[in-house]
């Protein structure tokens, strides 16, 4: 019979229990085993929940503290030489600094870069590799947590990062190739399934995302070494798994690898299935990903069923899996505590327990189970409601989408006009300073937000609270001697859900909860239908900031790629649609900062590159109408109007010339984890504008000195022209405490006037 499988489960808990717990670690409220056994309640809580819902082999070893990529670098010894002496002596203080960096009992180190995890909002530790790397097993999580699952009398299937993908995903730091440490890898990865063997698992999920990308030569000869010294090691089954999108020219490659078993993803990449039944070899069995492990609509059941039967028809049911289209890591854990919405909307959802739930229907009706009438009829329904709902289609936002004209997406002037009127308005210095956004959202921020939702503190005395919060914060960075302020965002929740929360079309859980990186956890907003704007969103706090302040004060907006990408995003029209649809929206924002005075604005879009398709082939289609919709959104302001953007853990060597065609005035860029490596872009490009290489990094409580950030900026000036450069955080310090914001921007400042002082002296 067709088996319910899944490639991995949500770890952050319905209700942020692992963020709690390791937060509570890091303040020294808990120790090691407090955190540890909440680690193991909420993997046991986890499995028992899948197999409830349906699956008959749950995934063990997708769990983590932090990122799996992490582990699996941990696991295999990859650390790098700086970190090892901590690490040694305890391994979990060692395996949080890799994290977070750390700066306390003798050590001083940065953490490991951190970049996205393909084309999701879920970042990922860049492990740092070296030519001659060795590689050992480094403890036994894998092995511990299959033996868990096996306790709790549970069908458990290990899952790996394979070696290929791993060595692909890392960096070198002295530009050796990372390929050439396979055969240093292998063998440890052999062990490692020689032990789970031992141990009794009969199957092991190995996970090669990167063969949905773009592959040569060398990364073909590297997988075929790799599955051949794998199937050596004569370990348990090995089921491939490839997801986010097509196998396409890799799939001869991925059908001849020695490997029992092959995970496609039929949600993002349906079509290939022919090609893929066409190709799969006699007696493979095929795991097939057909309902959405990266957005949260209930599936299409009839046409999955038609899909399931299809194959069933062409290898039999004992050789089919069905399963999600990648990890469940990308959505919350159940759609059951989201008592807020309304009933009818929370039956358009699935979150990770709902999606299991549709996996057991489809394997049972395709067995021919009679009990499933009713609940596809059921499904049925559902779609429907959600297909002709009022709330969903807005005839006007249509009206406008057409209207769209050509004139909305470019500035009035090229860039070298508008930067002579801009710097003639604001007279700014030499390296002028400034932040990304937010300030330190404290419990008391937080706590007076919960009040006011909640009924327990009036209108009057919330607005009461944030103006003395926001003056606060205008009057610090005065005091500090930044050149442009922001109000510090002590209003908003999330850059995407405090605009969305004012827009037409978003809706918003209670409970939705997903993992970024590490405890950070977001809420994506529910992209359900048309979008407009019904009022200003910002201008009432910025133009208040404003009034504080001679200095220039920056609005504050999350761009519309941003909005999309970060955001459940609805499924029954065109991606670039519904972002052109938020683009109008933010115009209207723009326009009426500017008509309030603020004259310099921010629209950040991180998730540009982020958004970029995985095959190359399909970049150009996609950066067309990101940038477009960039543009639409800052294109109607006056030329002494400055638009800024910021952008982070972004590789923008290959989209360059999409960058500079947003047209931004001022472009602000995570640079710091890597040590100024992505201004590597600009050294072959000739960017026009103004760019504020990060120069510290924010997600680390590490405080970095006044010499280290002059270092970086004198990196920047290596590569840029002097004149071009802004000097910035890496990202918002929403996150960071008031005493260590305060410090590391006094720092910032210091290192600014350090290089104003130089060039003044060279000139």
């Known amino acids: 019979m067709t088996l319910v499988t899944n490639l991995g489960f949500p770890r952050i808990g319905a209700k942020r229990e692992l963020k709690s717990a390791l937060e509570g670690y890091w303040r020294g409220e808990l120790d090691a085993r407090q955190l540890q056994e909440t680690a193991a309640q909420l993997r046991h809580a986890h499995w028992r929940l899948q197999r409830e819902a349906g699956a008959d082999v749950v995934p063990c070893n997708d769990f983590s503290l932090y990122d799996h990529v992490l582990d699996t670098a941990f696991l295999l010894d990859a650390i790098p030489d700086r970190y090892r002496a901590l690490a040694d002596r305890d391994p979990l203080a060692g395996y949080f600094a890799l994290a977070r960096g750390v700066q ?183 795991s097939i990903g057909v309902v959405d492990g990266r ?141 990304i956004g937010s300030f330190p959202q404290t419990r008391e921020v937080r706590q007076a937000r919960a009040r006011h939702r909640g009924g327990k503190l009036s209108d009057a005395d919330y607005d009461a609270f944030l103006a003395a919060e926001t003056e606060r914060c205008v009057r610090m960075q005065e005091e500090i001697g930044l050149d442009v302020l922001v109000h510090g965002e002590f209003e908003r929740n999330d850059m995407v859900e405090y605009f969305g929360e004012r827009l037409d079309g978003f809706a918003f859980t209670h409970n939705g909860w997903v993992q970024s990186y590490g405890s950070r956890c977001v809420k994506p907003p529910v992209i359900y239908g048309d979008v407009q704007r019904p009022a200003p969103m910002t201008v009432r706090w910025s133009q208040y900031a404003q009034s504080l302040t001679e200095r220039p004060m920056k609005g504050m907006l999350t761009g519309p790629v941003t909005m999309l990408q970060w955001s459940f995003v609805r499924d029954d029209q065109p991606r670039a649609t519904t972002c052109r649809q938020i683009a109008l929206a933010l115009r209207d924002e723009v326009l009426d900062l500017e008509q309030a005075g603020i004259r310099t604005i921010q629209i950040d879009e991180p998730a540009l590159r982020e958004g970029l398709p995985l095959r190359r082939a399909d970049w150009p289609a996609y950066l067309e109408w990101a940038v477009d919709c960039f543009r639409i959104s800052a294109s109607g302001v006056a030329d002494d109007t400055q638009i800024h953007t910021h952008m982070c853990y972004s590789q923008f060597n290959d989209i360059i010339d999409a960058v500079a065609a947003m047209d931004a005035d001022v472009i602000s860029i995570e640079t710091s984890r890597s040590r100024m490596e992505l201004l590597d872009a600009f050294v072959r490009f000739r960017y026009p504008n103004e760019i504020g290489p990060g120069v510290y990094d924010i997600h680390s409580p590490r405080l970095p000195s006044v010499e280290e950030m002059t270092a970086l900026l004198r990196k920047a000036v290596a590569v840029l022209d002097a004149g071009q450069i802004w000097v910035n955080p890496d990202c918002g310090l929403k996150t960071r405490g008031w005493p260590e914001t305060r410090a590391a921007l006094q720092a910032m400042v210091e290192a600014a006037r350090r290089l104003r002082a130089a060039s003044a002296q060279a000139a």
Not at 157 to 166: Q, T
Not at 349 to 363: G, H, N, P, S, Y
Not at 385 to 403: E, G, I, M, N, W
Not at 409 to 425: D, F, I, L, N, T
């Open 104 to 286: 306390t009992g003798g050590f001083d180190l940065p953490a490991l870069e951190m970049t996205k995890w393909f084309d999701t909002n879920y970042h990922y530790l860049v492990p740092e590799l070296h030519a001659g790397q060795s590689f050992r097993l480094r403890g036994d999580k894998p092995l511990a947590e299959y033996v868990e699952a096996r306790q709790l009398g549970l069908d458990a299937r290990p899952v790996l990062l394979g070696p290929v993908s791993f060595l692909l995903l890392s960096k070198t730091t002295d530009g050796s190739d990372r390929l050439q440490l396979l055969d240093r890898l292998l063998p440890v990865y052999a062990e490692l399934l020689q032990r789970l063997h031992a141990a009794g698992a009969t199957w092991v999920q190995i996970d090669e995302p990167c063969l949905v990308l773009d592959q040569d030569a060398d990364d073909h000869a590297a997988y075929r070494r790799a599955y051949a010294a794998l199937a050596a090691a004569q370990g348990p089954k090995l089921m491939l798994a490839t997801y986010f999108g097509a196998l396409g020219d890799n799939l001869a490659l991925a059908m001849e690898l020695p490997v029992d078993g092959l995970h496609v993803d039929l949600v993002r990449a349906a079509p290939q299935i022919d090609a893929v039944l066409d190709a799969l070899p006699a007696g493979r069995t095929l």
């Open 295 to 435: 957005n949260i609509w209930r599936a299409d059941l009839d046409a999955a069923l038609d899909l399931v039967r299809r194959v069933a028809a062409r290898i039999g049911a004992q050789r089919l899996q069905l399963a999600p289209s990648c990890s469940l890591l990308h959505v919350p854990v159940d759609t059951r505590l989201e008592t807020e919405l309304p009933a009818n909307m929370v039956a358009w959802l699935a979150f990770a327990r709902q999606k299991i739930d549709e996996l057991r229907v489809l394997a049972d009706a395709a067995n021919g189970a009679f009990y499933t009438a009713s609940t596809l009829e059921l499904a049925r329904e559902r779609r429907e409601s959600r297909r002709t709902s009022p709330k969903v289609h807005r005839p006007q936002v249509a009206r406008r989408l057409d209207a769209l004209d050509e004139v909305q997406v470019a500035r009035r002037s090229p860039y070298a006009e508008r930067r002579r009127v801009q710097h003639e308005r604001m007279r700014l210095p030499a390296f002028p300073t400034t932040t």
